[in-house]
């Protein structure tokens, strides 16, 4: 069977909704192909975002499971620890399936048609331009553009030689469980443990209430291989975080987990090309998330726009090629400015270093009353000035 449309978005997460709620929106005759049976499963992601993605996008309460007013930060490293409030709601975490359910009923509603349990497996290409998809079920859908919003798979981006075939090497993983019978602390508060030895090998652990006594608890790690990264992790998990040795034994040792999520998210910043002729490619599978914090939601629904937004400008100047194209790349560079840069300096700073010399700052803006510097360090959104008041011991060293 040959479908036509004129833009074909692959994969139905955040990039992928944004982008098909924007190109419906414009107008653009759209569809998304999802290779899952269902939007929103299996969960992937601990889900916590910031206020405004609920606002921006339109999104109703019910997305949250809870909202987040504050952030304690403990670091095993020096025993110490901050509790930074921000005195109002600045994020939440995602209900993350009714959060994609919601958005996809966004794109439903203006037009987009949706295909289910529908694998992309390679482009169709006219000359070296991408005109569509082949499905694994043998359709062709022919499109003016294609948006790649596949994940960290990036499987159109991949087949069309836009993303070499091992690009992502610097991988993070994310291990969490969502358990009952959690004794939160403060239902409104997200935790974070930092610390190299005692709690994780090199990134961090946390712990996202989604109710009075229940939450996500997980760590993240950063390894070589996707094998290693994953016996490891959870290995590290089980032996260390839920252990009698862990600073949230006493909260987590009656709770039951009812869901694991787990996944790989790119260290590497934003790829360096995420166009080519008739193709564009956007959230995880353009390498589109922090790499200071593992943030990937807003970014993935903002580029998914951008990348629609572009398609619409290329369809109507009846021009799909790469020069074109190339417009939706110096979108994304603009909203990053300098921040997803300075956030790559700092992830070089030897660990132990950089999360007491964060410790030592948060206990001082604390006292200064300059939270929303913090905000933007939790939001990486530090321009290179903000970063060196936060690190003033990086100045010059790693700044
Ligand atoms: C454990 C973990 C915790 C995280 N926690 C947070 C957090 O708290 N906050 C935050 O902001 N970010 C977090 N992130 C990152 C965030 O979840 C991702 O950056 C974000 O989901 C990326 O969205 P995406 O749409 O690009 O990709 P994805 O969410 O991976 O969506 C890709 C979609 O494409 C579909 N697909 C794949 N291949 C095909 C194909 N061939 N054909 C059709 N469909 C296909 C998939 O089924 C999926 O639905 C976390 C990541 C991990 C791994």
Redesign the pocket.
């Known amino acids: 069977m040959v479908i036509t449309c004129d833009v074909l978005v ?8 944004g982008a098909a709620i924007t190109s419906s929106k414009k107008g653009l005759k759209t569809i998304l ?4 049976s269902e ?1 929103g499963y299996p969960v ?6 910031w206020k405004e993605v609920v606002d921006d996008w339109n999104l109703p309460d019910r997305v949250i499971s809870q909202w987040t007013s504050s952030f304690y930060i403990y670091s095993a490293h020096s025993d110490r620890e901050v509790e930074i409030d921000f005195g109002r709601v600045v994020g939440g ?1 995602l209900n993350f399936h009714i959060f994609l359910q919601e958005l996809a009923f966004q794109a439903i509603r203006r037009g987009t048609k949706i295909i289910l349990s ?4 390679e482009p169709i290409m006219d000359g070296d331009f991408v005109c569509g998809v082949k499905t694994a079920s043998g359709d062709k859908i022919k499109s003016k553009i294609v948006i790649d ?5 990036a ?1 159109i981006a991949k087949k069309a030689g836009l993303i070499p075939p091992n690009w992502n090497v610097e991988l993070g ?4 469980y969502e358990m009952l019978n959690y004794k939160v602390r403060n239902p409104n508060a997200i935790e974070f443990y930092v610390g190299e030895k005692e709690i994780v090998p090199v990134s961090y652990a946390w712990v ?1 209430p989604t109710g009075k006594d229940r939450a996500r608890v ?1 760590v ?1 790690t950063v390894l070589n291989t996707i094998e290693e990264i994953e016996k490891k992790s959870i290995r590290y998990y089980e032996d260390r975080f839920l252990s009698k040795e862990s600073p949230i034994y006493e909260r987590v040792k009656d709770a039951q987990p009812f869901e694991m ?5 790119s260290l590497g910043g934003m790829l360096n090309k995420i166009y080519s002729n008739g193709l564009m490619v ?4 353009a390498s ?2 922090s790499m200071l914090v ?7 629904l903002e580029f ?1 726009k951008r990348a629609a937004e572009t398609a619409f400008d290329a369809i109507k100047d009846n021009d799909l090629s790469e020069d074109y194209l190339k417009m939706y790349q110096e979108k994304c560079e603009e909203y990053l400015g300098e921040t997803f840069e300075v956030a790559a300096d700092l992830l070089d700073v030897p660990t132990d270093e950089y999360w007491e010399a964060l410790i030592d700052s948060f206990i001082l803006m604390k006292e200064n009353r300059n939270l929303e510097l913090v905000l933007k360090y939790l939001k990486t959104d530090m321009t290179r000035e903000e970063a060196k008041k936060l690190f003033p011991s990086f100045e010059g060293k790693y700044l």
């Open positions: 692959v994969g139905a997460g955040p990039a992928g909704l192909v999802e290779k899952s939007i992937k992601s601990s889900g916590l975002t975490t529908e694998r992309a497996s919003c596949s994940g960290s798979s499987i993983i994310g291990f969490e996202f997980g993240s999520h787990t996944g790989a998210y956007a959230g995880d599978s589109q998330a593992g943030e990937g939601i807003r970014y993935a998914g």
